[in-house]
């Protein structure tokens, strides 16, 4: 590892095309992650519900909470992985080509639709792969040539296709915020971005602050204000940036949450009763932490923060 460090520090060039590069093709996947990673949860919720209420179990008359009949038993139905099927038109079954499948310059040149019926093709793809490129080449360029660049790369990876789903969703998979959280341990384990015990603490506090805020607001409006999934996100990026680091990830979440959810309601007219996911401002937020959380308060320190008077004797 440190050999191959070296010779990429010798050849920063190579270096950051590859890192934008391989982010381009990371967002391609993304899109998969994005799409397929649900269907596959409500899949396997569907095949669980199945189980439940088949009659070997001995509980026929009784319908599990959350389970419907379905004319279409999950067996069915060929089972959904992020390598199959192939990708294909979602209009008319068209397979994709390789080809038709590079990152940005496919879409242009296919001018935005399917080769095949001309349907067009959502925006959203190459947004998405673009960010990912773009935000992995901030990351590069933020930590240089070194092996926490490399783990960063994943952190900022794991948020966009959380972010994407959630706002999709309105969940945080587990088979994604968990390995967060552990990957931001072990990191500060082996690389020691902020010190083992401050990463611990910020995984302890970032899932008991929200949960916290969650148990009150039910208490007083016996509503949900959040879900289980924000408590993991959070403490995810306690785990990775210590617990000094999550006033202002709240912080900024919570500012760009509310700016942003006041702008749908005033301009898009969007019932204030629809809930709208926070995790993908927390994911905002602490990336945001990550690369510039400690300028951030170092500024708000020099600027706004009161001395503290010393008494005269």
Not at 35 to 53: D, F, N, S, Y
Not at 120 to 131: G, K, Q, V
Not at 255 to 282: E, K, S
Request: net charge negative; proline share 7%.
């Amino acid at each position: 590892m440190d050999h191959l460090l070296t010779v990429l520090s010798q050849n920063p060039g190579v270096f950051y095309t590859g890192v934008l590069v391989l982010g381009l093709i990371i967002g391609s996947f993304l899109n998969v992650v994005i799409l397929r990673l649900p269907k596959m949860m409500e899949q396997e919720w569907r095949a669980q519900c199945a189980e439940l209420m088949n009659p070997a179990t001995g509980d026929a008359g009784s319908e599990p909470l959350g389970c419907a009949v379905d004319s279409n038993p999950p067996s069915a139905e060929p089972r959904l992985t992020l390598s199959h099927p192939n990708s294909t038109c979602p209009h008319c079954g068209h397979a994709i080509k390789p080809w038709e499948n590079i990152p940005v310059i496919s879409y242009v040149f296919l001018g935005g639709k399917c080769s095949a019926c001309k349907t067009p093709i959502s925006l959203r793809y190459p947004i998405i792969e673009l960010a990912t490129g773009l935000l992995s080449l901030t990351v590069a360029l933020y930590f240089g040539v070194s092996a926490f660049t490399f783990a960063a790369l994943l952190f900022t990876w794991l948020l966009i296709a959380m972010s994407a789903i959630d706002f999709d969703t309105q969940l945080l998979p587990d088979s994604l915020t968990l390995p967060l959280l552990w990957l931001g341990l072990i990191v500060n384990t082996l690389l020691g971005h902020v010190p083992l015990e401050d990463a611990v603490w910020g995984a302890v506090a970032g899932y008991l602050s929200l949960w916290t805020v969650y148990q009150v607001f039910r208490i007083l409006t016996g509503k949900e204000g959040m879900g289980f999934g924000d408590f993991k996100l959070l403490a995810a990026l306690g785990a990775w940036m210590g617990w000094q680091m999550l006033p202002l990830i709240i912080l900024l979440s919570s500012m760009v949450g509310a700016v942003v959810g006041i702008a749908l309601i005033v301009v898009r007219g969007r019932d204030r009763n629809i809930p709208i996911p926070f995790g993908p401002y927390l994911a905002a937020a602490g990336w945001i932490a990550l690369l510039w959380g400690n300028q951030i308060v170092t500024f708000y320190l020099e600027r706004f923060a009161t001395p503290t008077a010393v008494p005269a004797y």
